[in-house]
């Protein structure tokens, strides 16, 4: 960490400390090591002290290495908390209330260090009531994915109480053979320009590869579309005048992306037919379930003639997208490898479609 820290500096990058302080624990709870302090399979227990003496234990071997004056604890998606060990602690406090004693007791144990902590902020704003009881320092990110036309209400809450907060959309790239493009464009532009109309620090653009299979060469696009509507914030329009200045935004950066990125026009158009792909009804076209799925997981519906056809046009689709994307590698004159990776994607997205056709051809012989 500190050697990663000398050489992001050098690129006027802040490396920012990150540890799992709640939930999504899942894979150091498997070990009966850990019994004591599992709330249940994925989240650690506030009713247990030793759940306190470990965090202070990893705190201490991770925080002082990271020079940033923040800490992110994360702390989202806690399911289940008061059906474990903590039942009786949330029968007393109410769940709001022990969430955020979780968050103090962590805050206690950070602050020692002089940071600042950072943390997801999906649980206080679906439970309002977690809000006045969080520390007054704490920056909170409000995070979503999906292509919404607003995100203020995601973002109201720490606002009106005062807290500092950021905004964290994402690149869409996970569980899928290729970010799904679309929505991150619509996603990180809205939620970046509700962000900075009410008064965000700034933006965490999020890649989520804990699939495994998400290679980072992948999300270029999304990532520096994240860079420019944060240096360029959208206008806070709103319908069909979002949508249009939007879409003009878009294809001047789309302009600039294959000028500057690849040196030749079009890539970006072809990167965007793989959601024309993902566009027909055919379940996990462009998904890694797609990849793994069995050949022996039929049903009418997916083995049926009109499957067919739609399969028939992926693989046609896919085809034609695997050559265009082999064609540009002689046009390139920068970053090549990007084309690499996305014929890599083209071809999972095509084995796919024929893999769906052998299945209803073996479906219909086994009839």
């Given at each position: 960490?500190?050697?990663?820290?000398?050489?992001?500096?050098?690129?006027?990058?802040?490396?920012?400390?990150?540890?799992?302080?709640?939930?999504?624990?899942?894979?150091?709870?498997?070990?009966?090591?850990?019994?004591?302090?599992?709330?249940?399979?994925?989240?650690?227990?506030?009713?247990?002290?030793?759940?306190?003496?470990?965090?202070?234990?990893?705190?201490?071997?991770?925080?002082?290495?990271?020079?940033?004056?923040?800490?992110?604890?994360?702390?989202?998606?806690?399911?289940?908390?008061?059906?474990?060990?903590?039942?009786?602690?949330?029968?007393?406090?109410?769940?709001?209330?022990?969430?955020?004693?979780?968050?103090?007791?962590?805050?206690?144990?950070?602050?020692?260090y002089g940071k600042r902590i950072l943390m997801w902020g999906d649980i206080a704003a679906q439970n309002p009531d977690i809000i006045p009881k969080l520390p007054k320092d704490l920056i909170v990110i409000s995070w979503g994915y999906d292509a919404a036309e607003s995100f203020e209400d995601a973002i109201l809450p720490f606002k009106k109480t005062g807290f500092d907060f950021m905004v964290a959309p994402g690149v869409s790239c996970w569980t899928e053979v290729w970010p799904n493009m679309s929505t991150a464009v619509v996603n990180i532009s809205n939620y970046v320009r509700d962000g900075s109309k009410l008064g965000a620090m700034g933006m965490m653009n999020t890649a989520w590869d804990d699939d495994g299979e998400n290679f980072f060469t992948y999300n270029w696009h999304g990532l520096l579309w994240g860079a420019e509507c944060s240096w360029h914030p959208a206008l806070p329009l709103a319908g069909e005048d979002a949508r249009n200045d939007r879409e003009l935004r878009l294809a001047g950066f789309n302009r600039a992306f294959d000028g500057l990125f690849f040196g030749t026009p079009g890539v970006a158009d072809a990167f965007f037919q793989f959601d024309s792909i993902r566009h027909y009804p055919v379940q996990g076209i462009v998904r890694d379930y797609g990849v793994w799925s069995s050949m022996f997981d039929a049903d009418a519906e997916t083995t049926s003639e009109q499957a067919r056809a739609v399969n028939e046009s992926v693989v046609s689709d896919a085809t034609r997208l695997l050559g265009r994307l082999t064609a540009f590698g002689a046009k390139v004159k920068r970053n090549a490898q990007v084309l690499d990776f996305a014929r890599f994607a083209a071809k999972r997205v095509l084995f796919t479609g024929e893999k769906n056709l052998a299945r209803i051809a073996l479906a219909q012989a086994m009839r």
């Open positions: 960490i500190t050697e990663l820290t000398v050489f992001a500096k050098k690129y006027h990058i802040e490396l920012i400390g990150n540890a799992q302080s709640f939930g999504h624990m899942e894979h150091m709870l498997r070990s009966p090591f850990y019994n004591s302090i599992k709330e249940n399979p994925s989240v650690v227990t506030p009713a247990a002290e030793e759940t306190y003496r470990f965090l202070k234990e990893a705190y201490d071997e991770i925080v002082p290495v990271y020079q940033s004056a923040m800490f992110h604890i994360n702390c989202d998606e806690v399911y289940g908390l008061g059906r474990g060990p903590s039942k009786r602690m949330v029968n007393s406090m109410g769940g709001p209330g022990v969430y955020a004693y979780h968050i103090n007791r962590i805050n206690g144990l950070i602050k020692p």
